[in-house]
Nanobody
Framework: QVELVESGGGLVQAGSSLSLSCTSSGRTSKDYAMGWFRQAPGKERELVAVIDWSGDIIYYGDSVKGRASISRDDAKSTVSLQMNSLKPEDTAVYFC?????????????????WGRGTRVTVSS
């Protein structure tokens, strides 16, 4: 059983930085894509950042480009997200996601494993 557990999040001020981490368990191989999506109240789930199995291919959502950085540590089975210059519009529940294949996709529909989510609130 694959499990994804997010950590980080909370209440932060606009302009500050935040780090989120996701630990994956239940798989022996490391050839799977992982990433982060977010969902604000009343909005659809949207891409934040995804990374392929090799770490060479990364996609960022348009709203976070230049402010976000995703990385993976296969030795620790983790994927991390660093976000800088946070804005109130970054307020959302952030979900860690993974799939069975190694290719990264920007659509949340391509991911079958999901964490419970961690809430990020950015105050102005």
């Amino acid at each position: 059983q694959v499990e994804l557990v997010e950590s980080g999040g909370g209440l932060v001020q606009a302009g500050s930085s935040l780090s989120l981490s996701c630990t994956s368990s239940g798989r022996t191989s490391k050839d799977y894509a992982m990433g982060w999506f977010r969902q604000a109240p009343g909005k659809e789930r949207e891409l934040v950042a995804v990374i392929d199995w090799s770490g060479d291919i990364i996609y960022y959502g348009d709203s976070v480009k230049g402010r976000a950085s995703i990385s993976r540590d296969d030795a620790k089975s983790t994927v991390s997200l660093q976000m800088n210059s946070l804005k109130p519009e970054d307020t959302a529940v952030y979900f860690c996601a993974s799939r069975t294949g190694g290719t990264a996709y920007s659509s949340p529909d391509m991911y079958i494993y999901w964490g419970r989510g961690t809430r990020v609130t950015v105050s102005s």
